[in-house]
């Protein structure tokens, strides 16, 4: 049944089976299930649709993600004994044994998975993805599949907005680990921000499953944990060509800090010495990554000056340090004093690699601060962000719903007290209705947004794209979307059209009609809505069942 | 190395262990790991200190949750050639290749837990988890036990605060897995969930691994998968004695609807037959545990009218249908329409079953939702609860901190130019000011809120609480506090105590300093103060470090 699986998916797919066990799901998936069985239907050919029903973050659009996890989680979906002797224990104890049987043998080889691709700029309403197979297995699959492509699709929606804050030139780097709801939260994010725009992230773990660059050097334990120059060993460093014998880095780097600070003015009293010793000791230990951060003290007084130091003391001896770390207070005014500082160094000492140094900020960054730092003067190359990324503080979470459709070839429909909560019914081809530049909207240019097959029967009909690819899908798929749909704050709403699946792509150019019972952004094929009326209108030409026995 | 451990200990630590790999970390944690080894500091015994800085939801109180988590990470701590080869190819390429060894030989056998129990009242700045180790390996564990603690604390605050605004009686039911931020998110809600209040769950895994009670019965798609009665098998169905043989129950459903649409003044004309089916199908395979969402299509016209023919069809077979679930529009007026309509028919049919059929309301219920459910006159037995619980949308996170407070026995202290940065130096005992009921204020009882040991050199001490037990222990630890800190707006803040380790209980009655670095509801004993000032000023006996040379 598998597709052939390079070393790194198998890592990937074995991660997936251990976080999403197939019991993780909701209980009434098995009574359901076993009800359809019980009455000989559970082979009957079902299609459910998953989608949600507003943009995230008041937003104007959203990414969808998760569909490479949904078709590992697909590829390896059963029961073991272990799961199907649990079932056995919390189902009504009248449950008829060969349904555990059933259960026991069950895996999605009559599934077929129809997609937007992964990374594709989405919309409300819109069904993202198209799971169709026997009712009893695709009714099992509802929990796990919302639940991978839920958060996946917000966090990396979030990110891209991030990214729309923050410029393309700036570098974005992903550290919310530690604040993520739950472990996994913190993988999937991890993962997902990166397909969105960002460009490193500080998860260990993520870099090894996907393959993302990975990044961080120290926090303020580090520095605390020094307390005196004493502590530094071994005292000495060689030159990068290794030409000489190693040097005492020690005084080295005191001498250039008594320079540093009559260059500056300093007073030297203020300056931490287990600082310096923490700086020395990482420099020491790491002399080409040196990116110690500055503000485990006083960034003017203490860790700016003790950075100089140990970066000249490098530079000396051949090395480039890479930059400072600043994580707390005002980031932008800091940036501005420590470039300057920068600047005067080089300029001072002769020292041009002070000029290429880079400063990263991280001070629990919101959409909002990004807009903010962006706006304001700053010399920020790198910005660190964790918690409003990761978990999302604007809008914890998206809301996808999965709704039946069809069965054995009747279109389905929830009509719902709660306009909200109603579906349209039927399989649906979408569209997204492009102007071509400049023209006027009345002139709408057609084009198709494909879903594609990528489960046929159980297998797996597409390859999928390696993490970088999706990344820049991500971004030339927003590169598509017009300005006025991506603003940040009140953007403009898109008009999704849907029509029935079976019609083609001409058919589209007849009218559409809103439909009251849905979200305005959804237009409507008459056809569609004739449906819709229809189906509303209900069981009209059933309505005498009552009497009919 | 493991104490004694049951079956499902064995799954949970498993369970774990597939979760959360130790590579799930920050890059940083080996760079300083590296760099302390590199130094030869790596065995300096070093203590650090998790806390949260503010309160979560704006309340006066929160819940210490995951501990048990924490020792089963601690209990199997170590590196594979596979970690240790990816770390290999992350790091520096000038790492010395024996760091690589000295990690793959790494385990806990050095680490001393002490915490305060899982399931307990705490407060802002209070240390929860006291790591005490080597200072390396303390330093490596940071990322882990803050995504463990984070997140289990935060949506097991989210569930008392849920079970505060329902009351102690109502029932809840958690169903927010499909929402939840990835897959562990909604494993781990599901467990501290239960613990913070909450009855029941609808994830399975969670039942599998936690032993929580799950429930569930159908969705909208099961009941709009049906069109018809002729997708009804079998159509009979044999009365609970078994005595008789079976009798056609789709004729009997029928003739109970005729009845009940004749007792209601109801058009039959408006009842979906598909829905009829749905619930015959359901009963028919489920006899006793008949409980359908009866607003797929219309509660009053159709939904109710079926439940109760079908419910009114099992009662004359014997059985005792359970009740009904909603799920969209106002729950509380149509809690009230539906048990007025069960009241009608058990006293015009005769069947006392109907006075004890539950209501389930479920619909995106938030904290404030469940507030004015509360006030308002309504008849829902069953609350379920999902988004706003599991993603805890009023915060979706805590913010822990894992801060260093001593190395080799001398206090640490970062002390940043942001005041809500900085950290209390040393080891502290804390304490909570109790006063005895009816008593004034200043003859506060004091009362220590003791940390136990739960690790002692990678042994763990303490045997785990059940999750019973531990869900009790909230409620316990929840009745000790005044309900001024309990109120779920505009609470009054708690005071902490916070006093060095040393001391012993007499001395906290020394007086409390309150110290402008932190924040207002921290009391630190006089001299701890002195401490503080003291590490402020910094290095003033070192100062002179650099005209030393």
Not at 206 to 233: C, D, K, Q, R
Not at 345 to 352: A, G, L, M, Y
Request: glycine letters at 8%; proline letters at 5%.
């Amino acid at each position: 049944m598998a597709a052939p699986c390079s070393d790194t998916c198998e890592a990937k797919e074995r991660s997936l089976r251990e976080r999403v066990p197939p019991l993780l799901t909701d209980l009434y998936q098995f009574t359901m299930a076993y009800a359809y069985w019980r009455s000989g239907r559970h082979q009957e050919p079902a299609v459910f649709e998953l989608f949600f029903r507003d943009n995230p973050f008041g937003g104007g659009f959203s990414l969808f993600a998760g569909l490479e996890d949904c078709l590992l989680f697909l590829r390896s979906f059963h029961f073991t004994d272990e799961d199907v002797e649990f079932l056995r224990s919390v189902l009504p104890p009248n449950t008829d044994p060969a349904f555990f049987q059933f259960l026991r043998g069950l895996d999605c080889s009559g599934v077929t998975i129809r997609s937007v691709p992964e990374g594709t700029v989405v919309f409300a309403r819109v069904p993202l993805l198209e799971v169709a197979g026997p009712l009893a297995v695709v009714q099992l699959l509802e929990t796990s599949l919302l639940c991978l492509v839920n958060y996946a699709s917000l966090v990396c929606s979030n990110a891209a907005r991030f990214r729309l804050a923050a410029g393309p030139r700036r570098k974005l780097l992903e550290l919310g680990l530690r604040r993520a709801q739950g472990p996994d939260g913190g993988l999937t994010a991890s993962r997902y921000t990166h397909m969105g725009g960002f460009d490193l992230t500080s998860n260990v773990q993520a870099g090894f499953l996907f393959g993302i660059p990975v990044a961080g050097t120290m926090a303020h334990s580090y520095v605390t944990s020094f307390n005196s120059l004493e502590e530094v060993w071994p005292q000495t460093l060689a030159a990068v060509d290794g030409d000489r014998d190693p040097v005492d880095f020690v005084s080295l780097t005191k001498g250039w800090l008594t320079h540093v600070c009559e260059l500056l003015g300093a007073e030297s009293g203020k300056i931490r010495e287990g600082e310096l010793a923490a700086f020395l000791s990482y420099a020491i230990a790491y002399p080409q990554n040196f990116l110690p951060v500055i503000d485990s003290y006083s960034v003017g007084c203490s860790g700016l000056l003790n950075f100089c130091a140990v970066a000249l003391a490098l530079c000396e001896l051949g090395y480039r340090p890479v930059g400072v770390r600043l994580d707390s207070g005002d980031l932008c005014r800091q940036s501005l004093d420590v470039r300057g500082v920068f600047r005067l160094c080089s300029e001072h000492f002769s020292v041009p690699a002070f000029n290429s140094l880079i400063i990263v900020g991280t001070n629990n960054i919101s959409e909002q601060s990004m807009i903010e730092l962006n706006k304001k003067e700053n010399e920020i190359d790198v910005v660190g962000v964790g918690t409003h990324l990761v978990t999302c503080t604007k809008q914890p979470s998206l809301g996808c719903v999965y709704k039946l459709v069809e069965v054995r070839g009747r279109p389905r429909m929830k009509i719902s007290e709660d306009p909200q909560k109603s579906t349209v019914p039927g399989r649906k081809a979408v569209y997204r209705l492009l102007d071509a530049e400049g023209e006027d909207q009345s002139v709408a240019h057609l084009r198709s947004q494909k879903r594609r097959c990528y489960m046929l029967q159980g297998l797996v009909t597409h390859p999928q794209s390696s993490a970088a690819q999706t990344r820049e899908k991500v971004q030339s798929s927003l590169q598509t979307l017009h300005p006025r749909y991506k603003r940040l704050q009140e953007p403009e709403s898109y008009t999704v059209s849907v029509n029935e699946i079976q019609n083609n792509l001409s058919k589209t150019q007849t009218p559409f009609t809103s439909c009251g019972l849905l979200c305005q952004q959804v237009a409507l094929s008459e056809r569609l809505h004739h449906l819709v009326t229809e189906l509303q209108r209900g069981s009209s030409i059933d309505s005498n069942f009552l009497l009919a026995n």
